[in-house]
């Protein structure tokens, strides 16, 4: 009789997200917060990326070269308009996780 296992939680996925990466020598990065402090350009974090774009602009250097983390992200519109996929009103947002790697 075959048994089979049970689903992974969502903290199972992350840890193993950061783990994995962990091993391969990313360094794990929390979450930044979901409102940025220092990008008057967005009023919220809307992708993984908001948090090393300092990093990408050549602005910041960190004491790492290799990343990974699980962002908490908003979508409330614009560029990014995914909206449609979920459902759209005037009140809708969209919040989720992106588990990102950088190098």
Known sequence: MKTSKPPMSVADIRKSFLDFFESKGHTVVPSSPLVPGNDPTLM??????????????????RPYVRAASVQACLRAGGK????????????????????????
């Open 44 to 61: 919220f974090t809307n992708s993984g990326m908001v948090q090393f774009k300092d990093v990408f602009l050549g602005t910041d250097k």
């Open 80 to 103: 990014h308009n995914d909206l449609e996929n979920v459902g759209y009103t005037a009140r809708h947002h969209t919040f989720f996780e992106m588990l990102g790697n950088w190098s």
